[in-house]
């Protein structure tokens, strides 16, 4: 598995080894040793899957309170995986990284806790997998708006995006509960 840095020192891709012949291909999406041995040591209690068309928007969400971080790949489609670091006292914080996850690269992204996280579907549509650290506490899900101008986030398409009147109220980083 090859290990490749994003614009934010904690949040890392992961490119799989992928075996393929004329009967399809085979590759290893999770184990646990090889992230503990990148000193990535969690539990992850918890999967999702999300499926969206082009132009949906999710995020930017996190929880306040049992902060989860997230394994995320996509099996279908594309879209253009954002974390953004809101813990205070890093020096990256308010910072973003992006990056294409597709069902064509196979690449696994671990965003850890501490991050918000979103992602644009770039794809007709995508189906989204992604484990987490914690489990889903609706009472401490909180969301930054995904335009937040201080964030100026690069989506890679300009348009009317989809988006949950939950993320169209979400806060400005400036003003969102964030982590010590």
């Known amino acids: 598995m090859k290990v490749i840095e994003t614009a934010l020192p904690d949040v ?43 132009g949906v928007l999710r995020g930017l969400h996190y929880q306040i309170q049992q902060p989860q971080g997230k394994l995320v790949r996509v099996i279908e489609g594309e879209v253009f995986d954002v974390a953004v670091d809101i813990r205070k006292n890093s020096p990256t914080f308010g910072k973003w990284a992006g990056f294409n996850l597709s069902s064509q690269n196979k690449r696994v992204a671990w965003i850890p806790p501490g991050f918000a996280h979103g992602f644009l579907t770039v794809s007709d549509v995508a189906e ?50 964030v982590y010590a």
């Open 12 to 54: 890392l891709l992961f490119e799989p080894r992928v075996f393929e012949d004329e009967r399809g291909h085979f590759f290893e999406s999770y184990n646990k040793k090889t992230l503990k041995d990148l000193g990535i040591d969690y539990e992850f209690v918890q999967d999702n899957h999300s499926r969206s068309k082009k």
């Open 128 to 177: 989204f997998l992604y484990k987490t650290t914690d489990y889903w506490a609706p009472e401490y899900e909180r969301c930054i708006r995904w335009d937040d101008v201080d964030i100026a986030i690069e989506w890679p398409f300009a348009a009317r995006f989809i988006v949950s009147d939950k993320d169209r109220s979400g806060l400005e980083l400036a003003a969102a509960m």
